[in-house]
């Protein structure tokens, strides 16, 4: 998914000396492997994932962290938005758990600038992608005002 994002990170992270951190939230048992690659193991789908992760953190300069949420596979439209978090939140102890990870992540780095998908339609219109912006959006909103960081989207 940070393929998508790799021009502007290379440019900033890798070229100008930018300090860039990726946050991977969803990649524990991940069915985004089964399909193109006919793996049938959920979790060595997610191994690869992680090492195409480092992969790409080591090309663009950045460090990069894992939430190990679940990458949770529902429609994509708002229901699934929706269901994708619902399903988070329950699987991590409620919706303040996920928040407290991302501000966990906030408040470490401290970022100048977030970098995300539109959860209005999360480029990809993925519920993943819009899932994760919607909640830092929400954790951002939590921070005080002079710790918050700009959000691109």
């Known amino acids: 998914d940070e393929s ?3 021009p502007l990170m290379a440019e900033v992270c890798r070229f100008n000396g930018a300090t860039c951190h990726m946050v991977v939230a969803a990649e524990a048992r991940s069915p985004g ?3 193109p690659l006919k793996l049938d193991d959920l ?3 997610s191994s690869m994932r992680r090492y195409e992760t480092a992969a790409s953190a080591a090309n ?3 460090t990069y962290e894992f ?3 679940r990458d949770i596979l529902v429609p994509w439209n708002d229901a699934g938005l929706d269901r994708n978090i619902s399903e988070w939140a329950k699987d991590v102890g409620g919706r303040d758990m996920l928040l407290a ?5 906030l408040t470490e ?3 100048d600038f977030l970098l995300g998908f539109d959860p209005r339609h999360g480029t990809t219109c993925h519920p993943n992608h819009r899932a994760i912006v ?3 959006l929400e954790a951002v909103e939590k921070l005080p005002s002079d710790q918050r960081p700009d959000v691109w989207l």
């Open 4 to 6: 998508l994002f790799a």
């Open 33 to 35: 492997c089964i399909i």
């Open 43 to 45: 979790d060595r789908c």
């Open 60 to 62: 663009l300069n950045s």
């Open 67 to 69: 939430y190990g949420w």
């Open 101 to 105: 990870r991302i501000s966990k992540t």
């Open 109 to 111: 780095f401290k970022p």
């Open 134 to 136: 919607l909640l830092a």
